[in-house]
């Protein structure tokens, strides 16, 4: 059985950081390429970073290019979003996303509130 589990969301300050986490489990994590994705209130769910399988190769939305860094520990099944500099428009639920044999699985997602 596929689970994906974020943590490490909250409530954080204009200006400071947070390091989300998604166990995966249920499936060969080294051979999936993972996302996060986030999704405002009122707004439709966006791509945020993306990692291949093996780590080699990233992307992320322009509008967090600089602050934000995926990666992943292939030993631990595990895959961060390093948020730094974090902006009142970066609240959101954020999701975890593996790609598996073509198909897309989320996780149930984590919250994040920037906000003084």
């Known amino acids: 059985q596929v689970q994906l589990v974020e943590s490490g969301g909250g409530l954080v300050q204009p200006g400071g950081s947070l390091r989300l986490s998604c166990a995966a489990s249920?499936?060969?994590?080294?051979?999936?390429?993972t996302s996060w994705y986030r999704q405002a209130p009122g707004k439709e769910r966006e791509l945020v970073a993306a990692?291949?399988?093996?780590?080699?190769?990233?992307n992320y939305a322009d509008s967090v290019k600089g602050r934000f860094t995926i990666s992943r520990d292939n030993a631990k099944n595990t895959v961060y979003l390093q948020m730094n500099s974090l902006k009142p428009e970066d609240t959101a639920v954020y999701y975890c996303?593996?790609?598996?044999?073509?198909?897309?699985?989320w996780g149930k997602g984590t919250l994040v509130t920037v906000s003084s």
């Open positions: 996303n593996a790609i598996i044999r073509g198909l897309g699985y």
């Open positions: 249920g499936f060969t994590f080294s051979s999936s390429a």
């Open positions: 990692i291949t399988s093996a780590g080699g190769s990233t």
